[in-house]
């Protein structure tokens, strides 16, 4: 799930329960159900909500038009207790609402549970669905079967200081080798800065590192994952982000960084636009994708992002995947990117705003590169609970363990939570 959805405060919110139909819970979202009544449907919850819920009434208006003695109920939902909501609507259908917003690192949570319908025949009858890529569609699959349609996505860049690289005459980095060497540079030149803001808490930016090098997050002992943590840790070093600033910096830590003009360089999201427009880096900074090991790659980036899915004990699935479809449709992708800065999944609409707004192509180009998403278990909810990766990027980063040690202590723990 996009890391930008941490709700500052939780909007104390009741579920309206509803007599439940007398058609029995389907188990492929196309199957039945009354036509007419109230949809009920569950989104996330956002610090400003304004411009996402005028994004949805917009959609509710055209749905109901088309939909005669059909209403559509909305209830947005706290982020951080999201995992009880949707526990309690598994196990009680006549509370379960037809249509809802999940983050896609939740989808194997949910999907052990099996509370979530199979979307295959909805995505098949939709006109818009072949134009989902590949990746966005993995992100939504678990075991085989699709549980969701993307709404979103969100990845990483590197943002530089474009007045730095100009005063120092610098190129942009187009290899990982050639970003080591920039960032010691700056940081030589300009003591003052670091020359890339990186953290031992930024998984996400540690993650492309691995994934260039022919890594994977389940064999994090393997050469290759090896030799890309080396790479990401070497950065936390005196001679570019020291460990005493940096080893314990999260992702919104070093957003701050390059915000605020204390880092030339910075891997971050297409959704902290804002927050770094805000600082002293407005204007003076540019974007392009991290690049991968060899010149002309692009490093594969974590896709986090939210999808759509439909209850199985939703009461109306076939009014629930129109409402769904309508939704994640190529209109409404492209007022939500308006609205709140989402990166579109559909391809036809990624294109549009690409050529409209030139600061996305950067993500776009990420995107259409490839993109990587953490296993797909509900094991890996026990990884990302111990902290296990940051906890290796931290130990390399102090010289409290060797790549070789702590690579293999992270190993060990991966596979004691996938096999479990």
Request: hydrophobic share 40%; glycine share 10%; net charge negative.
């Amino acid at each position: 799930m996009r890391l930008r959805l941490a709700v500052a405060a939780a909007l104390a919110l009741t579920v309206t329960a509803c007599a439940p139909s007398t058609s029995a819970p389907a188990e492929t979202a196309t199957d039945g159900g009354p036509k007419t009544g109230a949809l009920k449907v569950w989104l996330f919850d956002e610090p400003n909500r304004a411009p996402k819920e005028a994004v949805v009434n917009e959609a509710i208006a055209e749905f109901t038009a088309s939909h005669p003695d059909t209403s559509v109920d909305i209830q947005y939902i706290a982020v951080d207790t999201r995992s009880e909501r949707f526990k309690g609507a598994f196990n009680d259908p006549a509370s379960a609402p037809d249509v809802v917003e999940y983050g896609n690192t939740d989808l194997p949570e949910y999907a052990a549970a099996g509370g979530l319908a199979d979307l295959g025949p909805t995505l098949q009858g939709w006109s818009e669905g072949a134009d989902l890529s590949a990746d966005a569609k993995a992100s939504a699959t678990y075991e085989g079967t699709l549980l969701g349609v993307p709404w979103y996505v969100g990845v990483r860049a590197l943002y530089y200081r474009t007045d730095v690289f100009s005063e120092l005459g610098l190129k942009p980095p187009a290899t990982l080798a050639e970003l080591t060497t920039t960032a010691t540079t700056i940081r030589a030149k300009k003591p003052e800065m670091f020359g890339i803001a990186v953290g031992g808490k930024y998984t996400y930016g540690a993650m492309p590192f691995v994934w260039a090098n022919g890594g994977e997050l389940t064999e994090i002992n393997s050469a290759a994952a090896r030799q890309g943590l080396k790479s990401y840790t070497d950065l936390i070093a005196e001679n570019n982000c020291p460990p005493q600033n940096c080893a314990d910096l999260t992702g919104g830590k070093t957003v701050d960084l390059f915000a605020s003009g204390k880092a030339a360089m910075g891997i971050l999201g297409n959704f902290n636009r804002a927050a770094v427009d805000a600082g002293a880096a407005k204007g003076k900074y540019a974007v392009l994708p991290l690049p991968g090991v060899t010149a002309g790659s692009v490093a594969p980036a974590f896709a986090g992002g939210n999808n759509l899915g439909i209850m199985k004990n939703a009461q109306r699935p076939a009014l629930a995947a129109d409402f769904l479809t309508l939704l994640a449709g190529k209109k409404y992708q492209a007022k939500m990117y308006d609205a709140m800065g989402n990166l579109p999944t559909l391809k036809s609409a990624s294109d549009e705003i690409a050529a409209k707004d030139t600061f996305v192509k950067p993500f776009i180009d990420t995107i259409a590169a490839g993109t990587k998403f953490v296993p797909l278990n509900p094991g890996w909810g026990k990884v990302d609970a111990s902290a296990v990766l940051p906890t290796m990027i931290e130990k390399v980063a102090t010289g409290k363990a060797t790549v070789d040690q702590a690579t293999d202590e992270a190993a060990k723990q991966i596979d004691e939570a996938l096999t479990k």
